[in-house]
């Protein structure tokens, strides 16, 4: 299950990275945010499939 995760984390940081360029080429200040809020929320979605990961490893081992 990590994989496909990794893999659209992965995506959503290059678009993250590609809206900041658009930004920084346009004087965009619309795009730069976007493109902030974008890369936060792959750092959310590994945050999160980290600690649900953490979450079930104890369930189980309590079962």
Not at 6 to 15: G, K, M, R, S, T
Not at 45 to 52: P, Q, S, T
């Amino acid at each position: 299950m990590l994989i496909p995760i990794l893999i659209f984390d992965i995506a959503l940081v290059a678009w993250s990275l590609h809206l900041m360029q658009e930004s920084f080429q346009q004087q965009e200040f619309s795009l730069l945010l976007a493109g902030l809020l974008v890369s936060v929320s792959a750092g959310a979605l590994m945050v999160v499939y980290f600690l649900m990961n953490h979450c079930m490893s104890s369930l189980s081992q309590m079962g």
